[in-house]
């Protein structure tokens, strides 16, 4: 696992249905009904390489999203063209990818290194390890829960925070929407691959345009 595999993954071409967010590469693909959505999911589920490779499929009523892997460094070189395939099985099908659709939201638990219980976040959930510092729902319906490690020194004034990751073309609108119901930024030096938001009680989300493409600005 690297660095190098989802990056590759950015920079390949013929990949605009796909979204690069913190558990991997997603597509979402509208279709007319439910129906039609299992019925493309079964077409994805016999694209050679798919079963077996940790992927995930969620239907919906009118959409199908597929999930290549559940974390973002599990990319590989393979996945490029795996994405390719399923892209071109749900256009035969009619189906239309919808980036807008694409989100992921995870818990972040900061704890100082001494700290760390990733173990009881795993066993009081239900969760299986994925990568060092996570814990996925085995059966993808939940919320992936990762562990923010702080500086020994560094006081902890919110030990919990939601990081919500969209497609780079589509945060800037997100970030619009929870300004106008009430939301407040907290800290904007990450802009525009992320911003630091707050409600009217102080909790704390995130929400970040990375990694899929966004730049941090000269200014920030």
């Known amino acids: 696992m690297s660095e190098e595999g989802w990056r590759g993954f950015l920079d390949a071409e ?38 077996g ?33 399923v892209s071109a099985v749900a256009r035969s099908y009619g189906a239309a990818a919808d ?26 959930l239900g969760y299986a390890p ?11 319906h939940g919320t992936t829960v990762w562990v923010q490690e702080l500086e020994a020194g560094k006081p902890l004034r919110h030990a919990m925070h939601v990081d919500v990751s969209v497609a780079r073309e589509h945060v800037a609108e997100r970030l619009a929407a929870a300004l106008a119901a009430g939301g407040r930024i907290v800290d904007e030096s990450g802009a525009p691959a992320h911003w630091i938001l707050a409600d009217r009680a102080g909790n704390r989300v995130c ?14």
């Open 130 to 140: 994925m990568s060092d510092d996570n814990a996925v729902d085995p059966l993808g």
């Open 53 to 85: 490779s940790g992927g995930l499929l969620t239907i919906a009523d009118g959409c199908l999203t597929v999930r290549l892997t559940r974390d973002l460094w599990m990319l590989e070189q393979r996945h490029v063209e795996l994405a390719r395939v």
């Open 207 to 220: 929400i970040t345009a990375g990694p899929d493409g966004a730049v941090a600005s000269s200014s920030a």
């Open 14 to 51: 013929g990949l605009e249905d796909w979204v690069v967010l913190h558990g991997g590469a997603t597509a979402a693909f509208r279709v007319d009904s439910l129906g039609a959505a299992a019925t493309l999911a079964v077409a994805v589920a016999e694209v050679h390489g798919f079963a």
């Open 99 to 124: 980036r807008s659709a694409v989100q992921e939201v995870q818990l972040a638990v900061a704890a100082k290194p001494d700290e760390i219980d990733l173990g009881f976040w795993r066993a009081v």
